[in-house]
Nanobody
Framework: VQLQASGGGLVHPGGSLRLSCAAS????????MGWYRQAPGKPRELVAV???????NYADSVKGRFTISRDNAKSAVYLQMNNLKPEDTAVYHC??????????WGQGTQVTVSS
């Protein structure tokens, strides 16, 4: 499975960005897709995940500001990020995980929130 992420960039505090990630290759119907982020000097942390049946889970720090969604026909996952804060600055990584636990990672896309 290959993951291609896009949509990062530089935005002012309070601004919005939308991340996209498309999976290709041997994609199975039952999976969990999501976004994790890693800021400099910090461990990678969960941002949001969504199951193939569209159950979601969010980090407390992004609840009410970020929305995860997916398009199963395109094997794609999206992250709409609103009201961005400087502490959201990080490299955002797309993840695809099977029921078996096998996990794949995208290359990461930089999100920088700065005035």
């Amino acid at each position: 499975v290959q993951l291609q992420a896009s949509g990062g960039g530089l935005v002012h505090p309070g601004g919005s960005l939308r991340l996209s990630c498309a999976a290709s290759g041997s994609v199975f119907s039952f999976n969990v897709m999501g976004w994790y982020r890693q800021a400099p000097g910090k461990p990678r942390e969960l941002v949001a995940v969504i199951t193939s049946r569209e159950g979601t889970n969010y980090a407390d720090s992004v609840k009410g500001r970020f929305t995860i969604s997916r398009d199963n026909a395109k094997s794609a996952v999206y992250l709409q990020m609103n009201n961005l804060k400087p502490e959201d600055t990080a490299v955002y990584h797309c993840n695809y995980q099977l029921v078996s636990g096998l996990s794949y990672w995208g290359q990461g896309t930089q999100v920088t929130v700065s005035s």
